[in-house]
Each structure stands twice: as structure tokens, then as C-alpha cells.
């Protein structure tokens, strides 16, 4: 596999405030990879100073195995795809999607060409004429992703593309994505704080907290191999138990619960801790069970498990329990 | 990368030279001396501040802020019923009746006036009527005196006080309304005790806007006024054109910018009062 | 109960709106009247504009109110619009001075900025005419135009000029294609706003003008303090609908720009 880009400790500093502390960093070529974590992060800024939107203080960023970070964004080989789209509003489709040939001198003729390929790759085609702000959301999104991919760039960024739009929409987009860089082949650095948008499209994902990286991996590793406690409760739900120095996540998926009457005659291979449910709450296809546990090992007075719908035992409030887990599906992580 | 700040080197330069250099220069002339025909004399003193406070120029000051702070309060009485009437409109309704409040703001302060002196005039609109009508057999004085003066600095001003109480009228939460009346309060409770303490950052920053323009005003004391109402923008006018005392035209003038910016400062103060109330929704 | 209370208000938001125009409805009729000093209505004439154009001294005033506005609106907002960008796009270290300096020409009593300017120009022993009046107003509309053009820039955010050099624009294109048909609303804006307050300006005007240099608002000043007469009607009259067309442009023609410019607004309200 050969490397698109590649951070090398690159730290940036605002008003003398490192923001981000030495980052390194490679991406694939052709590979789906995404930035994610909470607002404030420095996903974003990772992601611009690729864009060459800003400049890193110190530390290379190479693309393609060159150079860039003193390039400014005119001259880099990376398209970005903006949270509000940036539409140019006082041009139309079309002349939104031709700019940055125009501004390469790419012949006429060309532009052209390459515009109606990408238009009819977006279904923009019949709204070409029209002005930005006469376009719904989706497809003034489908505009942005069009401006930047025809200009053959060696990578795609997406600075969370789909935050305005509405939860359906979000759904079905996230999928066409995917299918877009799949046909495309291209590589794309996707910034989201929407974990489940993160593991639906990535192929891996480098979880973010206040500048850092705390973990890399595929969408796969990362939710069932949390290496730090941030990376644990940030994606998807967990339990975190913490006896002494040592934590562990634990997925509520992955508790049993046993009911004191008949689990005793059933030698199980995991240790049972005996706990009160506290609390109920109908979520859908499931229902959080909470139970406060009698032995106080954890540092953690109330359990979270899930029952599900077709569940036979229906737990109520005030019920004694037993719950249990098998080893391995507890974590080790750092706190 | 620097040489695009290059751009606004000739802006500043030029308001440099022309807008602070200028004042700069009043403000030291302020403390020269006036040779016996008008010319100055480079001597420093502060006479020209001790001087303002003669029972003559005090006086004029007493009217000139009794003048301003009178036809802030007729303004605001005047201003705050037809703020909150287009306040309550719908928004296209808003948007015209604003415009026709602004429209004669945009009309030379001369002119303006220069139209109440037609109606009031002794053989104006109003006493020919009068007469006509055989009411009165001699024409009354309703112009050259301090009401006729008020009049025309309260019509001037009054567009200066319904903008911003339209404004704080218009970001008003009408949830908190809604919620007095819950809560059992009457509309005029609601009122008092809503409505009226959640737009006073408005009614602050309309106040003090005519305040401050009424102090500087000259033309209208000037035109409705005649040499009866002096107030201290004639008196500095007076010692630049007529009485050729610059160095006390100086101090005058200097004394006014700075109380004008001071009242500018509190009215910023209200405005910031009123967006951080906007921000923090 | 309440409907009447709500009349009410109505129709003393009326009557004060009434007290708005009645003076200027007044003015306006009177330009019209046929009789010279009485107040009572004796006939429609069209005489006191016909008098008012056969004016020289009027004609002159008009003539020099339009080129000094002209001039005044020119490099008010070049050297205008140049600042606004300079100011939007770099980091200045006396930022928060240069920013007083732009906004104490608007809140400094206009009188005292007049007598300021006449004092300097004397010490210079710069003879009072059209030259320092076009001075003295490039100094108040800069200010204005600075405001607004900066405004609409702060409206537009970084994120079209980071665009737009995203796609390869260099900081001249951006600034070419992108930046100015964007603010190009404003700058028109500024200058309308520019040439309005100097054809109207008299305070200031009244400080620093020569004996050439008479402008409309200084010569209507000069007939009224002689008593009145229809010509300063008619003269009012026209000067009234000039800002009235100025107002019904400067709020239309915002408008209609936002329509096609694309307000952030309105697009963030588009549904899918």
C-alpha cells in the first residue's frame, strides 16, 4: 500500500497555545479514513492544515511522498468538501463546478467535458442552471463533493459534510459516499464527531480527544478494542469497571443477566455479582437494564445491560439479579 | 502576506491627518490666549476652561442639557407607543412603517425645520387659520422661543428613539408574555413589569442617542430659535464665525466631544447589555 | 377590552406618525401655491421651480453639491473598501486604535469635527474651498463606507475565499472572482451612502466652505435665514424626493442583491 499522506509530528500553536501537540500520521492510498472526535478536538485543524488553510508550526506533512506544508492551498493536490459547502451563491452549478478549472487555465473544451462527467456522476446534469440557494440541502452537498472531485485531486477532504442536513437524509448519504469513493478510487480524510457515521463508512478511524490521538484501527477494532477509557465510553456505550489501577469496558451487550431462582443450579463459567435493578428504560428494540450491584469491587455503583424485546425475563424495578460476563469481553483499557 | 495591509495605510493616514491632527489642534488651542482682535496668542492657559463657568455660559449649559434631557423624555413618551405598535405588525407591515419613520430622518435637519417655521410663523399656517377662523386678532408667538425650539429638536430626534426600542421590542422572547399572563398577570402588569424592563437596554440606547445629538444640534436653535435660545452648539458657533474667540470656541468644543463621548460609551455599554441578552438565548 | 386598547395604540401610533409628515406634506404643498407670503391656498403653480432652475447661484450650488459629492463618494470609497479589506484579512497590532479612529468621526458632534477641520485648514492657511469641503466630507464618508463594506465582509466569513483558494484560485483570483462580486452589495451601498451624506451634509460644510464653494444645503441655510420664501420650498422639495428615491434604492436594491447574492440565512432555511 502506498502512503498519501503522511503527517510528520506536525504541532500547531495558536497564540503561542499548542493546540496540537506532535501528530504523526499516514494514510493510504484509496483507503476511507476518518478523523473522529468531540468538537474542539483538532480534527479540523488536522484537516486544514492539509488543505494548506493553515500552517502547521512545526513538523512535514508530505502528500503523495512530497512535501507540502509550505504550499500554499492553490497549489496542493487535496480538494476539500466544507461544512456549510461554500458555495460560490453568486454562481451557478455549472460555474460552481468549473471553477477551480478555471482558475487552473484548464482549455475550454475541457472544462467541458470533465464538468458534464462529474455532473452526470452527481445527478446534477439537470440543475446545472440553477443558483445555489434554489437547491436543497442534499443537493447542494452533491455540488460541493462535484467542485472537488473535478479536479482530479490526489485526496478528498470532507470537514463533517453532513452536519446540517437531517437525520434520514444523513442515512442515505452516508451510504452514497462510500459507493462514490469505491467507484472513485479515491482517497478520502473524513472529519466527523458522529461515531456511528464514523464506523458505518471508514475503513479505519483515528479516534481524537484535545489533540491527541488516542486510537487507530479499522471500525472494527475500535469498537470491540477500546485501548483507552476516552475511546471506551466515546463509541457506543460501555460499562467502565476500575479496580485499582486497572479499568476495564465493558459493552452492555455483552452482560448476562441470571435470575437468582434458577442460575444457581447452572455452574457458569464466569463469576455471578449479585445487584438490584434500579431502573428500566424502554429504548425500542431494547431496554436498558440498570442494576446497582451489592459488592462495591468496581468503582461503579450502577450496571447498565440491555434486555431485548423478545427477551422471555422481563425485568421490573426492584427485582434481585445476578449478573455476569465472560472474561474476554471485558477490555483492559487505560484510564 | 504584509503587503496587502498596505491597503488601509492611506485610509488611516488620511483620517489621521484630517480627523485627529485637527483635534489634536483644538485641543491645544484650547489652552491659548485670544489677542484683543481675534487673533491667537501661543500662551499657555486654562482661562477659557475657568471662563465656562460665568453664570452666562453656565446658563446656557443649564438650557442645553434641560433642552436635551426635555426632549429626550417627550421622544421617548412619543417613540415607545409607535415602536411597540410596529413591533406588534406583521413583518411586511413592519418593514414599511419602519422605512416611513426613517424616510424623514433622511431629510435635512435645515429643511425640517425650515418647514415648522411655515406652519409657525406669525404668518404661518396655524395663525393664519387662527385668524381666519377668528379665534385670535393677533397672530401668536409660537416661533423664536424655547417651546418652538423643543419642538423641532424632539421632531428631528424622534426616528433616533424608535430604532433601537423597535429593535430591543423586536428580539423580546414572546414566550415571556405569554408566561406573565400564565403566572395571572394583567396586560398592564405584564407591562411594567415584562415588557418594559426587558427593553430598556433599547430605551437606554435610544436616550442617549438623543441626548447626544441634542447637545451638539445648532441648526435648530438656530433657525426656530432666533438669538433668544442659545444653546452651546450656537455658543461655540458663535465664538468660531461671529466672536472670533478660538481658544474658547476650543475648550467649548472640547468639553462637548467629551461629554458626547462618554454618554457614546454608556450607550455602547447598553448595546452590548442588549446582544449579550440576544446571544445567551 | 383589549381591541380597544389595541386601537388606541393604533391611532396614537398614527397621529405621531402624522406629526412625521404633516411638516413635510406642508412644505411640499406650499412649493406649489401660487401666493408669494400668504399662507392661504391661491391657486397651483409650477413658477417657484421654474424660478428655482433660472437661479444661477442656485444652479451653481447644485452644480457644486454634485462634484463635490462625486468626488467625495470616488475616493471615500476607494480608499474606503481598500481599508475594509485590509482590516478583515490581516491581524493590525494597534487594531483596537485603528477601529476608534474609523468610529469617532461618526460619534464626535458634527460641529466639532467642522470647527476642528476649519481650524487646521486655517493654521495650513489652506483657503476655504470646494478643495476642503471634498476634504472634510472624504474624512466623514470614509468612515461610512469603511463600516458598511466591512460589515458585508464580516457577513461573508472566511470559509468562501478558503474555497475558493482550495480549488486552486491564487490570492489575486480569489480576490477577483470570489471576494468582490461578494461584496460588491456593500461597496455600492457604501457609496450611495457617501454621495447622500455629503449632498446633505451642512454642519460641517457650514465650517469649511469658501465663497466658490457654496453647496445646496449651505445656500437653502442662506435663503431661510432671509425669511421664507416658495423658491426654498420648491428647492426642499426636489432635495426631498432625491432621498426619497435614494431610500426606496438603498432598501430595493439590497433586496433584490440578496436575492441573487444568496443570503446565508435563507440557504441554511432551505428545506430538502
Same mark, same amino acid.
Given at each position: 500500500?502506498?502512503?498519501?499522506?503522511?503527517?510528520?509530528?506536525?504541532?500547531? %500553536?495558536?497564540?503561542?497555545q499548542?493546540?496540537?501537540?506532535?501528530?504523526?500520521?499516514?494514510?493510504?492510498?484509496?483507503?476511507?479514513?476518518t478523523?473522529?472526535?468531540?468538537s474542539?478536538?483538532?480534527?479540523?485543524?488536522?484537516?486544514?492544515?492539509?488543505?494548506?488553510?493553515? /500552517?502547521?508550526?512545526r513538523?512535514?506533512?508530505?502528500?503523495?511522498?512530497?512535501?507540502?506544508?509550505?504550499?500554499?492551498?492553490?497549489?496542493?493536490?487535496?480538494?476539500?468538501?466544507?461544512?456549510?459547502?461554500?458555495?460560490?451563491?453568486?454562481m451557478?452549478?455549472?460555474?460552481?463546478?468549473?471553477f477551480?478549472?478555471?482558475?487552473?487555465?484548464?482549455?475550454l473544451?475541457?472544462?467541458?467535458?470533465?464538468?458534464?462527467?462529474?455532473?452526470?456522476?452527481?445527478?446534477?446534469t439537470?440543475?446545472?442552471?440553477?443558483?445555489?440557494?434554489?437547491?436543497?440541502?442534499?443537493?447542494?452537498?452533491?455540488?460541493?463533493i462535484?467542485?472537488?472531485?473535478?479536479n482530479?485531486?490526489?485526496?478528498?477532504?470532507? =470537514?463533517?459534510?453532513?452536519?446540517?442536513?437531517? *437525520?434520514?437524509?444523513?442515512?442515505?448519504?452516508?451510504?452514497?459516499?462510500?459507493?462514490?469513493?469505491k467507484?472513485?478510487?479515491?482517497?478520502?480524510?473524513?472529519?466527523?464527531?458522529?461515531?456511528?457515521?464514523? /464506523?458505518?463508512?471508514?475503513d479505519?478511524?483515528?479516534?481524537?480527544?484535545?489533540?491527541?490521538?488516542?486510537?487507530?484501527?479499522?471500525?472494527?477494532?475500535? *469498537?470491540?478494542e477500546?485501548?483507552?477509557?476516552?475511546?471506551?465510553?466515546?463509541?457506543? %456505550?460501555?460499562? /467502565?469497571?476500575?479496580?485499582?489501577? *486497572?479499568?476495564y469496558a465493558?459493552?452492555?451487550?455483552?452482560?448476562?443477566?441470571?435470575?437468582?431462582?434458577?442460575?444457581?443450579?447452572?455452574?457458569?463459567?464466569?463469576?455471578?455479582?449479585?445487584?438490584?435493578?434500579?431502573?428500566?428504560?424502554?429504548?425500542?428494540?431494547? =431496554?436498558?437494564?440498570?442494576?446497582?450491584?451489592?459488592?462495591?469491587?468496581f468503582d461503579?455503583?450502577?450496571?447498565?445491560a440491555?434486555?431485548?424485546? =423478545?427477551?422471555?425475563?422481563?425485568?421490573?424495578?426492584?427485582?434481585?439479579?445476578?449478573?455476569?460476563?465472560?472474561?474476554?469481553?471485558?477490555?483492559?483499557? %487505560?484510564? | 502576506?504584509?503587503?496587502?495591509?498596505?491597503?488601509?495605510? @492611506?485610509?488611516?493616514?488620511?483620517?489621521?491627518?484630517?480627523?485627529?491632527?485637527?483635534?489634536?489642534?483644538?485641543?491645544?488651542?484650547?489652552? &491659548?490666549?485670544?489677542?484683543?482682535y481675534?487673533?491667537?496668542?501661543?500662551?499657555f492657559?486654562?482661562?477659557?476652561?475657568?471662563?465656562?463657568?460665568?453664570?452666562?455660559?453656565?446658563?446656557?449649559?443649564?438650557?442645553?442639557?434641560?433642552?436635551?434631557?426635555?426632549?429626550?423624555?417627550?421622544?421617548?413618551?412619543?417613540?415607545?407607543?409607535?415602536?411597540?405598535?410596529?413591533?406588534?405588525?406583521?413583518?411586511?407591515?413592519?418593514?414599511?412603517?419602519l422605512?416611513?419613520?426613517?424616510? @424623514?430622518?433622511?431629510?435635512?435637519?435645515?429643511?425640517?425645520s425650515?418647514?415648522?417655521?411655515?406652519?409657525l410663523?406669525?404668518?404661518g399656517?396655524?395663525?393664519?387659520?387662527? &385668524?381666519?377662523?377668528?379665534?385670535?386678532?393677533?397672530?401668536?408667538?409660537?416661533?423664536?422661543?424655547?417651546g418652538?425650539?423643543?419642538?423641532?429638536?424632539?421632531?428631528?430626534?424622534?426616528?433616533?428613539?424608535?430604532?433601537?426600542i423597535?429593535?430591543?421590542?423586536?428580539?423580546l422572547?414572546r414566550?415571556?408574555?405569554?408566561?406573565?399572563?400564565?403566572?395571572?398577570?394583567?396586560p398592564?402588569k405584564?407591562?411594567?413589569?415584562?415588557?418594559?424592563?426587558?427593553?430598556?437596554?433599547?430605551?437606554?440606547?435610544?436616550?442617549?442617542?438623543v441626548?447626544v445629538?441634542?447637545?451638539?444640534?445648532?441648526?435648530?436653535?438656530?433657525?426656530?430659535?432666533?438669538?433668544?435660545?442659545?444653546?452651546i452648539?450656537?455658543?461655540i458657533?458663535?465664538?468660531?464665525l461671529?466672536?472670533?474667540?478660538? @481658544?474658547?470656541?476650543?475648550?467649548?468644543?472640547?468639553?462637548?466631544?467629551?461629554?458626547?463621548?462618554?454618554?457614546?460609551?454608556?450607550?455602547?455599554k447598553?448595546?452590548?447589555a442588549?446582544?449579550?441578552k440576544?446571544?445567551?438565548? | 377590552?383589549?381591541?380597544?386598547?389595541?386601537?388606541?395604540?393604533?391611532?396614537?401610533?398614527m397621529?405621531?406618525?402624522?406629526?412625521?409628515?404633516?411638516?413635510?406634506?406642508?412644505?411640499?404643498?406650499?412649493?406649489?401655491?401660487?401666493?408669494?407670503i400668504?399662507?392661504?391656498?391661491?391657486?397651483?403653480?409650477?413658477?417657484?421651480?421654474?424660478?428655482v432652475?433660472?437661479?444661477?447661484y442656485?444652479?451653481?450650488?447644485?452644480?457644486?453639491?454634485?462634484?463635490?459629492?462625486?468626488?467625495?463618494?470616488?475616493?471615500?470609497?476607494?480608499?474606503?473598501?481598500?481599508?475594509?479589506?485590509?482590516?478583515h484579512?490581516?491581524?493590525?497590532?494597534?487594531?483596537?486604535?485603528?477601529?476608534?479612529l474609523?468610529?469617532?468621526?461618526?460619534?464626535?458632534?458634527?460641529i466639532?469635527m467642522? #470647527?476642528?477641520?476649519?481650524?487646521?485648514?486655517?493654521?495650513?492657511?489652506?483657503?476655504?474651498?470646494?478643495?476642503?469641503?471634498?476634504?472634510?466630507?472624504?474624512?466623514?464618508?470614509?468612515?461610512?463606507?469603511?463600516?458598511?463594506?466591512?460589515?458585508?465582509?464580516?457577513?461573508?466569513?472566511?470559509?468562501?475565499?478558503?474555497?475558493?483558494?482550495? #480549488?486552486?484560485?491564487?490570492?489575486?483570483?480569489?480576490?477577483?472572482?470570489?471576494?468582490?462580486?461578494?461584496?460588491?452589495?456593500?461597496?455600492?451601498?457604501?457609496?450611495?451612502?457617501?454621495?447622500?451624506?455629503s449632498?446633505?451634509?451642512?454642519?460641517?460644510s457650514?465650517?469649511?466652505?469658501?465663497?466658490?464653494?457654496t453647496?445646496l444645503?449651505?445656500?437653502?441655510?442662506?435663503?431661510?435665514?432671509?425669511?421664507?420664501?416658495?423658491?426654498?420650498?420648491?428647492?426642499?422639495?426636489?432635495?426631498?424626493?432625491?432621498?426619497?428615491?435614494?431610500t426606496?434604492a438603498?432598501?430595493?436594491?439590497?433586496?433584490?442583491?440578496?436575492?441573487?447574492?444568496?443570503?446565508?440565512?435563507?440557504?441554511?432555511?432551505?428545506?430538502?
Amino acid at each position: 500500500m502506498k502512503a498519501m499522506i503522511e503527517l510528520q509530528n506536525v504541532e500547531k %500553536e495558536f497564540n503561542g497555545q499548542l493546540v496540537i501537540p506532535p501528530f504523526s500520521l499516514t494514510i493510504n492510498e484509496g483507503e476511507f479514513f476518518t478523523l473522529l472526535g468531540p468538537s474542539g478536538c483538532g480534527k479540523t485543524t488536522l484537516m486544514r492544515m492539509i488543505a494548506g488553510l493553515e /500552517i502547521p508550526t512545526r513538523g512535514e506533512i508530505l502528500l503523495a511522498g512530497s512535501p507540502v506544508s509550505k504550499l500554499p492551498p492553490y497549489k496542493r493536490d487535496v480538494n476539500m468538501v466544507f461544512q456549510q459547502y461554500a458555495l460560490f451563491p453568486h454562481m451557478n452549478v455549472e460555474e460552481n463546478i468549473c471553477f477551480g478549472l478555471k482558475m487552473k487555465k484548464v482549455p475550454l473544451h475541457e472544462q467541458q467535458k470533465r464538468a458534464e462527467e462529474v455532473m452526470a456522476l452527481t445527478e446534477l446534469t439537470e440543475y446545472r442552471y440553477r443558483q445555489p440557494k434554489e437547491l436543497s440541502g442534499g443537493q447542494q452537498q452533491r455540488v460541493a463533493i462535484a467542485r472537488a472531485i473535478v479536479n482530479n485531486p490526489k485526496v478528498l477532504l470532507l =470537514d463533517e459534510p453532513l452536519g446540517a442536513l437531517d *437525520y434520514q437524509l444523513r442515512k442515505h448519504l452516508q451510504l452514497e459516499l462510500k459507493k462514490l469513493q469505491k467507484d472513485l478510487g479515491l482517497t478520502f480524510l473524513y472529519v466527523t464527531h458522529d461515531q456511528e457515521e464514523a /464506523i458505518t463508512m471508514s475503513d479505519r478511524i483515528a479516534v481524537m480527544n484535545k489533540g491527541h490521538l488516542e486510537q487507530m484501527g479499522t471500525a472494527h477494532e475500535i *469498537y470491540h478494542e477500546p485501548k483507552t477509557r476516552f475511546v471506551a465510553t466515546f463509541i457506543g %456505550e460501555n460499562n /467502565i469497571l476500575c479496580q485499582g489501577d *486497572y479499568c476495564y469496558a465493558l459493552r452492555p451487550e455483552k452482560v448476562n443477566l441470571h435470575d437468582p431462582a434458577i442460575a444457581l443450579e447452572k455452574t457458569s463459567t464466569y463469576r455471578l455479582y449479585a445487584g438490584v435493578v434500579e431502573n428500566v428504560v424502554f429504548q425500542g428494540t431494547i =431496554d436498558k437494564v440498570f442494576v446497582r450491584l451489592r459488592e462495591k469491587d468496581f468503582d461503579l455503583p450502577v450496571l447498565m445491560a440491555y434486555q431485548y424485546f =423478545d427477551d422471555k425475563r422481563r425485568w421490573r424495578p426492584g427485582e434481585e439479579i445476578l449478573v455476569g460476563w465472560e472474561g474476554p469481553d471485558a477490555v483492559k483499557v %487505560e484510564s | 502576506m504584509s503587503r496587502g495591509r498596505m491597503l488601509a495605510y @492611506p485610509a488611516i493616514a488620511w483620517l489621521l491627518f484630517f480627523f485627529l491632527a485637527p483635534l489634536v489642534i483644538v485641543l491645544f488651542m484650547s489652552f &491659548l490666549q485670544r489677542g484683543t482682535y481675534g487673533q491667537i496668542i501661543y500662551q499657555f492657559t486654562v482661562d477659557n476652561y475657568i471662563r465656562f463657568f460665568e453664570p452666562l455660559y453656565l446658563q446656557i449649559l443649564g438650557d442645553t442639557l434641560f433642552m436635551a434631557l426635555l426632549t429626550t423624555i417627550i421622544c421617548f413618551l412619543l417613540g415607545y407607543p409607535i415602536a411597540y405598535q410596529i413591533a406588534r405588525l406583521q413583518r411586511n407591515w413592519q418593514t414599511l412603517m419602519l422605512l416611513l419613520v426613517m424616510v @424623514p430622518f433622511w431629510i435635512n435637519f435645515l429643511i425640517r425645520s425650515y418647514a415648522w417655521v411655515i406652519i409657525l410663523r406669525s404668518q404661518g399656517m396655524v395663525n393664519t387659520f387662527l &385668524l381666519d377662523l377668528g379665534l385670535i386678532e393677533q397672530p401668536l408667538n409660537l416661533l423664536y422661543n424655547f417651546g418652538a425650539v423643543l419642538l423641532g429638536m424632539v421632531y428631528g430626534h424622534l426616528p433616533f428613539m424608535i430604532l433601537p426600542i423597535y429593535v430591543s421590542l423586536e428580539q423580546l422572547d414572546r414566550r415571556m408574555i405569554e408566561a406573565a399572563y400564565d403566572l395571572g398577570a394583567t396586560p398592564i402588569k405584564t407591562f411594567f413589569y415584562v415588557t418594559l424592563p426587558q427593553t430598556l437596554p433599547g430605551i437606554i440606547a435610544g436616550s442617549i442617542l438623543v441626548f447626544v445629538s441634542s447637545l451638539g444640534m445648532f441648526v435648530i436653535p438656530d433657525i426656530m430659535g432666533g438669538a433668544k435660545s442659545a444653546l452651546i452648539g450656537n455658543l461655540i458657533q458663535n465664538q468660531f464665525l461671529s466672536a472670533r474667540d478660538w @481658544p474658547f470656541g476650543s475648550a467649548l468644543s472640547i468639553m462637548l466631544a467629551i461629554l458626547s463621548l462618554i454618554l457614546i460609551f454608556l450607550y455602547y455599554k447598553a448595546l452590548q447589555a442588549q446582544q449579550g441578552k440576544e446571544d445567551s438565548r | 377590552m383589549k381591541s380597544l386598547r389595541h386601537r388606541l395604540l393604533f391611532a396614537y401610533a398614527m397621529v405621531v406618525l402624522a406629526f412625521l409628515y404633516i411638516p413635510i406634506v406642508v412644505l411640499v404643498l406650499y412649493s406649489f401655491n401660487a401666493s408669494r407670503i400668504n399662507a392661504q391656498w391661491s391657486g397651483f403653480t409650477l413658477d417657484w421651480y421654474i424660478s428655482v432652475f433660472q437661479n444661477r447661484y442656485v444652479l451653481e450650488a447644485l452644480y457644486n453639491s454634485l462634484t463635490i459629492g462625486l468626488i467625495a463618494m470616488v475616493v471615500s470609497t476607494i480608499l474606503g473598501t481598500m481599508t475594509a479589506l485590509a482590516l478583515h484579512r490581516y491581524k493590525f497590532r494597534w487594531k483596537g486604535a485603528i477601529h476608534s479612529l474609523v468610529y469617532l468621526p461618526i460619534l464626535i458632534p458634527e460641529i466639532v469635527m467642522g #470647527l476642528s477641520l476649519l481650524v487646521l485648514f486655517s493654521q495650513l492657511a489652506i483657503p476655504l474651498g470646494k478643495l476642503t469641503v471634498i476634504i472634510a466630507h472624504i474624512s466623514f464618508c470614509i468612515s461610512f463606507v469603511i463600516i458598511i463594506v466591512l460589515a458585508r465582509l464580516e457577513g461573508l466569513g472566511r470559509e468562501m475565499e478558503e474555497a475558493a483558494q482550495d #480549488l486552486g484560485a491564487t490570492p489575486w483570483q480569489t480576490f477577483r472572482y470570489v471576494t468582490f462580486p461578494m461584496i460588491s452589495p456593500g461597496v455600492m451601498a457604501g457609496a450611495l451612502m457617501a454621495f447622500t451624506l455629503s449632498i446633505d451634509d451642512f454642519v460641517i460644510s457650514f465650517f469649511v466652505a469658501g465663497p466658490n464653494s457654496t453647496t445646496l444645503p449651505l445656500y437653502i441655510y442662506g435663503m431661510v435665514k432671509r425669511g421664507v420664501s416658495p423658491e426654498i420650498n420648491a428647492l426642499s422639495t426636489i432635495l426631498i424626493l432625491f432621498i426619497f428615491l435614494v431610500t426606496v434604492a438603498l432598501v430595493i436594491l439590497p433586496e433584490r442583491f440578496r436575492n441573487r447574492m444568496g443570503d446565508k440565512k435563507t440557504q441554511r432555511q432551505m428545506p430538502f
